[in-house]
């Protein structure tokens, strides 16, 4: 599985919270927003988010971040 750090907006239960650099993993060759990952020995997302790859933009070599997404992503964790 692919792993790199993508900057995008997100969303809450409806709620706009804001940009965050989080994980973008291509499962299954989509790609998906990570919000947590589940403890073990291989990287396992707890909680993702399948994204549009038309809206996916690939940033310039040589950043911290190495993708944009122009769209919002809902959170899908559950409130606590």
Known sequence: MEISAIRC???RHG?????YTLDLAFIDGA???VFAWEEGE???PAFATPIDSRFLERLP???EVAYQYRMS???P???E
């Open 73 to 75: 992503v809902e959170d």
């Open 42 to 44: 291989e990287p396992v």
């Open 61 to 63: 070599p040589g950043g």
């Open 15 to 19: 709620e706009m919270l804001g940009m």
């Open 31 to 33: 790609p998906h927003v």
């Open 9 to 11: 907006l997100v969303s």
């Open 77 to 79: 964790r559950p409130l």
